[in-house]
């Protein structure tokens, strides 16, 4: 149903609340091919259908909170497909509806979160993962603006400002969702102790701490392992509710085309992440809806 409280009165709670898991993979699992740019964000044209599925697969996991399928999909990259830019504002409020959609079928609240990917995702090029695109602060806000803008104004719950692999891109959506209206989190991508781009955690997370309208900050699509370390310290050096939602562990194989290692996420992180301010914990990519599962039941057993 749709929740009666905000998320940020949720986050103050005496439990965690759960995220879902990889769109992408859900919708593998569901048979559709996602072999294009758009990745997820071509079925907003040509299976919303798949993508609701998709959603409501993990509101039976017992998530919480939904993520929309718009993390790659920018004006840009639907001009590509020859989508103006009314189509294109359409399929991005469209993908918080079906979000939306799917969890209003739930008994319980169940929060919407529109995703706001980085400008590599644009690229499509792996770009998310390195992040110093050659772009200035003030061009990676104007490239935001107008996204961002849309998706608040089709009423979510909170912009996901996530897979963030920089600080300079940080600034840049911080900035660009500043006076919508709308509360965010801000969810760095990491490796180690790091940003993707080389930055210590602690500055990067400091860089959320004035922004008033930031009900969450911490890490995503990264090894369960970073995860575990980062959670501290975004606690710490901002005071703010902590995010973190992790990937599988595998690790994706270029040559093969193919998943490789072994599943390092486990729902049992789910104490140690709690106890150091985690108050949003799910699962990234290769995380499917029987891990989530797993989570939820983890999340009701803890102690308040």
């Given at each position: 149903?749709?929740?009666?409280?905000?998320?940020?009165?949720a986050l103050a709670g005496d439990r965690p609340l759960v995220l879902d898991g990889g769109l992408s993979n859900q919708l593998e699992a569901q048979g559709c091919d996602l072999?294009?740019?758009?990745?997820?964000?071509?079925?907003?044209?040509?299976?919303?259908?798949?993508?609701?599925?998709?959603?409501?697969?993990?509101?039976?996991?017992?998530?919480?909170?939904?993520?929309?399928?718009?993390?790659?999909?920018?004006?840009?990259?639907?001009?590509?497909?020859?989508?103006?830019?009314?189509?294109?504002?359409?399929?991005?409020?469209?993908?918080?509806?079906?979000?939306?959609?799917a969890a209003e079928v739930s008994a319980r609240e169940v929060w919407v979160a529109a995703s706001v990917g980085p400008y590599g995702a644009l690229l499509a090029d792996g770009?998310?993962?390195?992040?110093?695109?050659?772009?200035?602060?003030?061009?990676?806000?104007?490239?935001?603006?107008?996204?961002?803008?849309?998706?608040?104004?089709?009423?979510?719950?909170?912009?996901?400002?996530?897979?963030?692999?920089?600080?300079?891109?940080?600034?840049?959506?911080?900035?660009?969702?500043?006076?919508?209206?709308?509360?965010?989190?801000?969810?760095?991508?990491?490796?180690?102790?790091?940003?993707?781009?080389?930055?210590?955690?602690?500055?990067?997370?400091?860089?959320?701490?004035?922004?008033?309208?930031?009900?969450?900050?911490?890490?995503?699509?990264?090894?369960?392992?970073?995860?575990?370390?980062?959670?501290?310290?975004?606690?710490?050096?901002?005071?703010?509710?902590?995010?973190?939602?992790?990937?599988?562990?595998?690790?994706?194989?270029?040559?093969?085309?193919?998943?490789?290692?072994?599943?390092?996420?486990?729902?049992?992180?789910?104490?140690?992440?709690?106890?150091?301010?985690?108050?949003?914990?799910g699962g990234c990519c290769r995380v499917g809806p029987d891990r989530i599962a797993e989570l939820a039941e983890l999340t009701r057993a803890l102690r308040p």
């Open positions: 149903m749709k929740p009666a409280r905000s998320l940020a009165a072999s294009d740019d758009l990745w997820s964000a071509r079925l907003l044209a040509d299976g919303p259908e798949q993508i609701e599925a998709a959603h409501r697969a993990y509101v039976r996991a017992g998530a919480q909170v939904l993520i929309t399928s718009s993390y790659q999909a920018t004006y840009e990259g639907f001009a590509r497909r020859g989508t103006d830019r009314g189509e294109a504002a359409a399929l991005l409020a469209r993908s918080v509806a079906l979000a939306r959609g770009s998310e993962y390195r992040g110093r695109y050659g772009l200035t602060v003030r061009e990676l806000e104007a490239f935001h603006r107008p996204r961002v803008r849309t998706l608040a104004e089709a009423g979510p719950d909170v912009l996901a400002l996530e897979t963030v692999p920089d600080t300079d891109e940080a600034e840049a959506l911080l900035r660009a969702t500043a006076d919508l209206g709308v509360p965010v989190w801000l969810s760095y991508t990491i490796e180690g102790g790091r940003t993707r781009a080389g930055q210590e955690l602690a500055a990067a997370f400091a860089r959320a701490a004035p922004h008033g309208h930031v009900i969450a900050v911490g890490v995503n699509c990264c090894e369960p392992a970073d995860a575990d370390r980062a959670v501290a310290i975004a606690s710490r050096e901002t005071g703010r509710p902590v995010v973190v939602y992790p990937n599988s562990g595998e690790r994706w194989d270029p040559g093969a085309r193919a998943w490789a290692g072994d599943i390092a996420f486990d729902p049992a992180r789910l104490t140690a992440w709690a106890a150091a301010g985690a108050r949003l914990a």
